[in-house]
């Protein structure tokens, strides 16, 4: 790959792993997406800087060449789509969970007043 | 009460809810609702997050209840699958039940959210598994008061460095986070995991607004980076006899991954949050 090649999909991975820091930061990307995301965009990254290690690569695979620029580029298109299809679900993930917490809190307090589970202090204040 | 009735009087009770939050004057409503301001020993609630716990929620409630009888205490059933929500119904507690599992961290999220909004001044986490001692509580509360922590953990390393209890893949990990701990701020606090925990209302914001795996190392970084007081105080720790730990053993690979990636953007959140409330 020529040194040009290199340097844009460089570029290009580190532009994705500032974003996917971004979306974790702002809670719009389950951390754990955002590991394996981290982690394969460092890898692609070494892979790309060091020619040598894409050639042990190849061979250890048992392909006859090594990937080419364009399909890395191809690569990168599908990891965008699925990082977009995975924070959408990570927003709805973290709506459903808000909803749940929130119903259980208001359950729990309307309970407590009903006095199926009642409150030690509420007891003591209304047997005075 | 009948079934009809008790259902209709919790839709009312629970419309009554919304329409206080949206007002935000229904103060009476809010008072009968937490009781925590009618409470002998105000302001503290004592909070359980329980996940499958059948085989020892009933003893932990009993030895909270027999402990520390003048707190609140709140369960929250974390969408278990076992016995766990039939036997809370028959226990003295309160019980916040999540539809679906959510997990630990969500869990204790709920317990700050109920704390926040009924006007707790302190919340006091434990386990559900009865590894922590609800009679230790006490002394943890007077060393939380006395010193004016923010945080308080109930730490199993203070006191014995050399504790065996926990499986080699957590200890280590726990030593990891400790050490990183270190580094970042400065000093060593040796129980990054431990469940057992006193937070003060003052903290219980933040810890809301921001995202966290479990309230461990992540929580504590953020936290300290953002100027709060976090001590460790020692404390004993029983083996789980029952119930399964949540650590699997692919969570020995992903928890270290993901709490480290927490720690790192908390390190930069808490930097932008400083900003913000200086500008």
Same mark, same amino acid.
């Given at each position: 790959?020529?040194?040009?090649?290199?340097?844009?999909?460089?570029?290009?991975?580190?532009?994705?792993?500032?974003?996917?820091?971004?979306?974790?930061?702002?809670?719009? +990307?389950?951390?754990?997406?955002?590991? %394996?995301?981290? %982690?394969?965009?460092?890898?692609?990254?070494?892979?790309?800087?060091?020619?040598?290690?894409?050639?042990?690569?190849?061979?250890?695979?048992?392909?006859?060449?090594?990937?080419?620029?364009?399909?890395?580029?191809?690569?990168?298109? =599908?990891?965008?789509?699925?990082?977009?299809?995975?924070?959408?679900?990570?927003?709805?993930? &973290?709506?459903?969970?808000?909803?749940?917490?929130?119903?259980? =809190?208001?359950?729990?307090?309307?309970?407590?007043?009903?006095?199926?589970? /009642?409150?030690?202090? *509420?007891? &003591?204040?209304?047997?005075? | 009460?009948?079934?009809?009735?008790?259902?209709?009087? /919790?839709?009312?009770?629970?419309?009554?809810?919304? /329409?206080?939050?949206?007002?935000?004057?229904?103060?009476?409503?809010?008072?009968?609702?937490?009781?925590?301001?009618?409470?002998?020993?105000?302001?503290?609630?004592?909070? =359980?997050?329980?996940?499958? /716990?059948?085989?020892? =929620?009933?003893?932990? %409630?009993?030895?909270?209840?027999?402990?520390?009888?003048?707190?609140?205490?709140?369960?929250? &059933?974390?969408?278990?699958?076992?016995?766990?929500?039939?036997?809370?119904?028959?226990?003295?507690?309160?019980?916040?039940?999540?539809?679906? &599992?959510?997990?630990?961290?969500?869990?204790?999220?709920?317990?700050?959210?109920?704390?926040?909004?009924?006007?707790?001044?302190?919340?006091? @986490?434990?386990?559900?598994?009865?590894?922590?001692?609800?009679?230790?509580?006490?002394?943890? +509360?007077?060393?939380?008061?006395?010193?004016?922590?923010?945080? *308080?953990?109930?730490?199993?390393?203070?006191?014995?460095?050399?504790?065996?209890?926990?499986?080699?893949?957590?200890?280590?990990?726990?030593?990891?986070?400790?050490? *990183?701990?270190?580094?970042? %701020?400065?000093?060593?606090?040796?129980?990054?995991?431990?469940?057992?925990?006193?937070?003060?209302?003052?903290?219980?914001?933040?810890?809301?607004?921001?995202?966290?795996?479990?309230?461990?190392?992540?929580?504590?970084?953020?936290?300290?980076?953002?100027?709060?007081?976090?001590?460790?105080?020692?404390?004993?720790?029983?083996?789980? @006899?029952?119930?399964?730990?949540?650590?699997?053993?692919?969570?020995?690979?992903?928890?270290?991954?993901?709490?480290?990636?927490?720690?790192?953007?908390?390190?930069?959140?808490?930097?932008?949050?400083?900003?913000?409330?200086?500008?």
């Amino acid at each position: 790959m020529s040194l040009q090649g290199v340097l844009v999909l460089n570029l290009i991975a580190l532009a994705l792993l500032l974003w996917v820091l971004n979306l974790i930061r702002h809670g719009r +990307l389950y951390v754990g997406y955002g590991v %394996i995301f981290v %982690i394969a965009t460092l890898g692609t990254m070494l892979l790309v800087s060091v020619p040598k290690l894409q050639t042990v690569l190849t061979h250890v695979i048992g392909a006859v060449f090594p990937v080419s620029a364009l399909t890395l580029l191809a690569l990168c298109f =599908i990891v965008l789509m699925l990082l977009y299809t995975l924070t959408q679900l990570t927003i709805v993930s &973290n709506r459903l969970s808000k909803l749940v917490q929130e119903l259980a =809190i208001e359950r729990a307090r309307a309970a407590a007043l009903r006095g199926d589970a /009642e409150p030690r202090g *509420l007891r &003591n204040e209304l047997s005075e | 009460m009948d079934v009809k009735n008790g259902l209709r009087s /919790e839709m009312v009770l629970l419309m009554l809810c919304v /329409e206080s939050h949206h007002t935000g004057e229904c103060v009476f409503y809010h008072r009968l609702c937490c009781a925590t301001t009618m409470n002998r020993t105000p302001g503290i609630l004592i909070a =359980i997050p329980a996940y499958n /716990e059948a085989g020892t =929620i009933a003893a932990i %409630i009993g030895r909270v209840r027999d402990s520390l009888p003048d707190y609140d205490l709140l369960v929250v &059933n974390d969408g278990s699958s076992d016995a766990t929500g039939q036997i809370l119904e028959t226990l003295d507690a309160t019980v916040a039940t999540h539809m679906c &599992n959510l997990g630990y961290g969500r869990a204790v999220q709920t317990a700050i959210m109920y704390a926040l909004e009924c006007g707790y001044d302190a919340l006091v @986490t434990l386990d559900a598994d009865g590894q922590h001692q609800p009679e230790q509580i006490e002394s943890l +509360l007077r060393e939380f008061r006395k010193e004016g922590w923010d945080v *308080l953990i109930g730490s199993r390393y203070v006191a014995a460095r050399g504790y065996r209890g926990a499986p080699l893949g957590r200890r280590l990990g726990m030593q990891l986070f400790s050490v *990183l701990v270190k580094l970042i %701020i400065g000093r060593r606090v040796y129980d990054t995991s431990s469940g057992l925990k006193i937070i003060r209302r003052t903290v219980f914001e933040p810890l809301t607004h921001w995202h966290f795996v479990d309230f461990h190392a992540e929580a504590i970084v953020y936290l300290m980076r953002l100027g709060y007081r976090i001590g460790e105080f020692p404390v004993t720790v029983a083996e789980r @006899t029952q119930g399964r730990s949540m650590y699997t053993p692919i969570n020995y690979f992903k928890y270290p991954l993901k709490t480290s990636m927490l720690v790192l953007l908390g390190i930069i959140e808490a930097a932008l949050t400083r900003r913000r409330h200086r500008s």
